[in-house]
């Protein structure tokens, strides 16, 4: 395909129009953006911001020329940041069946070209074009694709990192286990062995079932959501479940009177958030300590839930960070880093949200923003 196939439309609007005028069915929209090039202008001037904005324009061109298909649409406004392509065009293998275009794959390859040619980073995302949703709200649309884009990226980090945690607990139950088969070991030696490998299970079994939690969330988007369960028994169930964790660092978990308060979630991921947060607050906490959790539904629209520690608490800075996939907090390693991003994940699905800051205990205080049933 020469480049000249591919002949860029000069406006966002006339792609659009384009692109509205095709059938109801949902068209992948690719989206890729420059970040830096404001910096670029603020630095070396507007001649410069240009430049490159030229520079990359032409790499674009080239890239989709040889990436898409002849009648696929791209665009990108002059002056603008954002180049966009919409995979609407249709071709058949060598056996006569349809072929189609991976989105993730296209954008990685007109990516790499464009970064090649102008030496910057390309921002990418994709997402579905719906006409009866998406006309006329091109930028909500761009929007919607790079967040997607960038939660892929963490995904991808994070799964890539995971497994190399996997392998750490399996390689250590492996070890013990062919020890204890090949070796004559006296029985107290035997139990410490199988304890520490039974211990190792334990971690291995967390970082599964974080993973599986986090893909039935992805796979589950738009559901109906589940009937209200009791904030009081959640609560309680949670307690009862850190019990043990709890008791080994002599920590308290004290539950404040709870209203009789009904949640806009399901009962099982409700008493598995709060698990992660009472959990996260017995390790991180101070020995010896104490794990506060409380309830106000004086909101119309949210219960606020609150869990407290009298730890040293989490740094300004990392406040957000913690809440990313594969983030630990700096007081220890002993995380997997799933916890804290899951409880995100499973109150934003929900419709809530959860937030992070100083305790007037002097630790940390997560605080959990609950639909109301």
């Not at 000069?10 to 129009?17: D, I, L, M």
């Not at 060598?94 to 970064?115: C, K």
């Not at 904030?231 to 949670?238: D, G, M, T, V």
């Not at 101070?286 to 119309?300: L, Q, S, T, Y």
């Amino acid at each position: 395909m020469r480049a000249a196939d591919h002949a860029l439309l000069s406006q966002v609007a006339g792609f659009e129009r384009r692109l509205a005028a095709l059938a109801d069915e949902p068209r992948p929209v690719l989206v890729l953006q420059l970040p830096e090039l404001e910096r670029v202008a603020w630095r070396r001037g507007l001649r410069a911001a240009r430049a490159v904005e030229r520079c990359a324009t032409a790499a674009f061109s080239t890239a989709v020329s040889r990436v898409l298909r002849a009648d696929d649409l791209v665009a990108h406004d002059g002056g603008s940041d954002v180049f966009l392509a919409a995979l609407v065009g249709a071709t058949r293998d060598g056996t006569g069946a349809t072929s189609s275009i991976d989105p993730r794959a296209a954008l990685a390859r007109i990516a790499a070209t464009m970064e090649a040619s102008i030496r910057l980073d390309v921002r990418t995302g994709w997402t579905t074009y719906a006409r009866g949703v998406d006309a006329g709200n091109m930028p909500a649309l761009v929007a919607r694709a790079l967040v997607r884009g960038r939660q892929e990226r963490e995904r991808y980090a994070f799964f890539s990192s995971l497994g190399h945690e996997l392998r750490t607990p399996l390689a250590s139950i492996r070890g013990y286990l062919e020890t204890l088969l090949d070796s004559d070991i006296d029985a107290v030696t035997r139990e410490r062995f199988v304890r520490i490998a039974h211990k190792e299970s334990l971690r291995l079994n967390r970082l599964v079932d974080g993973m599986f939690e986090i893909s039935l969330l992805d796979l589950q988007a738009g559901v109906t959501p589940a009937a209200p369960c009791s904030l009081a028994a959640a609560l309680e169930a949670a307690r009862d479940a850190c019990a043990a964790n709890a008791s080994a660092r002599s920590v308290a978990i004290v539950i404040d009177d709870v209203p009789p308060l009904r949640v806009a979630i399901d009962s099982d991921r409700l008493t598995l958030v709060l698990v992660n947060l009472i959990d996260n607050a017995v390790k991180h906490g101070r020995v010896g300590g104490n794990v506060f959790a409380g309830a106000c539904g004086d909101d119309p629209r949210f219960v606020q839930v609150t869990i407290d520690d009298d730890g040293p608490g989490v740094a300004p800075g990392d406040r957000e960070r913690v809440f990313a996939l594969g983030a630990r907090a700096k007081t220890s390693a002993a995380g997997t880093g799933i916890g804290l991003a899951l409880v995100r994940l499973m109150l934003e699905r929900a419709g809530g949200r959860v937030e992070l800051d100083r305790s007037p205990r002097g630790g940390a205080r997560f605080a959990l923003f609950v639909p109301r049933a």
